[in-house]
């Protein structure tokens, strides 16, 4: 079978690149994936694999394997773009003012096209039933994974386990990443009003200074995290974003914050946003003023299911060699393939992207973020071959 997937891997190469070039030169924002969307049902009826639309943009295909078997995986492609102008001289490049794939999306669904195709061409020779998950707007709350569940993408068949993959610069291009169990980050975004009485800077006797009390404000959450999280469970809380709209001589009457909190515990997770708004308002009132803290919770930790992982980190390592097989640390970005890790057996792996000769270093979510196209020879079949495994467990 591995030497199968491998053939027609080989085979399907240059139309996944083909596949990458046309999503990359047409990127969409989150939920707005109408002419992606139209493009992978192309290739899907092509193939004559049956699909139906989900949350809008989204797409669910169906596999059945001829032999008998009640198993179910489920493969899973982000689709979306980011707002971020595209630096390069490359011909594939954004033709979108402003849009560009610099997180890798195109790589995904492309690669899925390419797994989908294989699986199709060996459809006679394993059992089970391979759910093709084409999902809209990873990148923006509420997040699409959570709309897909919501409308049922892991229902009709259920899957007894999903598995995503996602690029990772930082990983050398033939290689990939696992990790069992705690992976990457909750995300919370913190919207903050702190509220005085402003005036003359010259009389700050007659104020009561929202600067002064944000000031407090944030440097006491800083506890939070250093003192009343386990030092051993990764917490993090920072604000990126302060308007403070007075000038040299001109206390503001208020302060607006923006900030995030991230974590791996979802229990810590709800009991920090209580300590978190608790002292912020406490604070706030102590000196006179008042705060407004309101906090939108975001994707959830991403865990990783333990004999998931390890089938997958198996297989990987007979398709590739276990020297093409790396740990990953703890990551404390965020990925919205949690929410399917909350609600099934999950494995989120890396592949490998980067090629230094190739100036494919640069970080996702940057303009310059490109892929060593080597990678597509790694990540359709690869992902052929986790499937089966899975399916035959």
């Known amino acids: 079978m591995k030497d199968k997937i491998k053939i027609l891997s080989a085979q399907i190469l240059n139309d996944v690149i083909g596949f990458r070039h046309h999503l990359h030169a047409n990127p969409e924002l989150s939920f707005k994936e109408f002419e992606t969307s139209n493009f992978i049902k192309s290739k899907l009826n092509e193939w004559n694999i049956p699909f139906t639309s989900m949350a809008e943009t989204g797409i669910v295909a169906l596999l059945k ?35 560009m794939h610099a997180c890798g999306h195109d790589v995904h669904s492309a690669s899925l096209l390419g797994t989908a195709y294989i699986l199709n061409e060996l459809k006679s020779e394993f059992g089970g039933t391979v759910k093709f998950i084409f999902q809209p707007g990873e990148e923006l709350l509420p997040g699409g994974a959570s709309l897909m569940i919501k409308e049922g993408v892991l229902e009709n068949p259920e899957p007894n386990a999903i598995l995503g993959q996602h690029v990772m610069p930082l990983i050398q291009t033939g290689k990939v990443g696992f990790r069992s169990g705690k992976y990457m980050a909750s995300t919370d975004e913190l919207y903050v009003t702190v509220s005085g009485k402003g005036g003359h800077g010259a009389q700050p006797h007659q104020n009561i200074d929202p600067v002064v009390i944000t000031a407090h404000i944030i440097t006491a959450l800083q506890q939070i995290v250093s003192r009343n999280a386990d030092p051993r ?15 040299t001589n001109i206390i503001p009457s208020e302060v607006k914050l923006e900030g995030t909190f991230r974590t791996l515990d979802e229990k810590w997770r709800k009991e920090a946003h209580l300590r978190i708004k608790k002292m912020a308002e406490g604070i706030a009132e102590s000196m006179g003023g ?25 297989a990987a390592e007979e398709y590739l060699g276990k020297e093409n097989v790396e740990d990953l640390d703890l990551w404390m970005a965020a990925e919205d393939f949690a929410f399917y890790s909350q609600k099934t057996n999950a494995c989120f792996y890396r592949l490998g992207t980067g090629n230094e000769q190739k100036n494919t270093t640069y970080s996702v979510h940057t303009p310059s973020f490109d892929i060593d196209e080597d990678a597509l020879k790694t990540s359709t079949g690869l992902m052929a071959y986790l499937a089966i495994k899975q399916l035959g467990s």
């Open 233 to 247: 469970l990764p917490s993090v809380l920072s604000f990126g974003k302060i308007i403070a709209n007075g000038a």
């Open 65 to 99: 394997g001829e032999k008998k078997s009640d198993k179910v995986i489920a493969l899973r492609a982000d689709m979306d773009a980011l707002p971020i102008q595209e630096i390069s001289e490359k011909p594939y490049k954004s033709k979108v003012d402003g849009v």
């Open 290 to 314: 008042s705060c407004q803290f309101n906090i939108i919770e975001g994707y959830p930790a991403l865990i990783n299911e333990e004999k998931t992982t390890a089938i997958a980190r198996l």
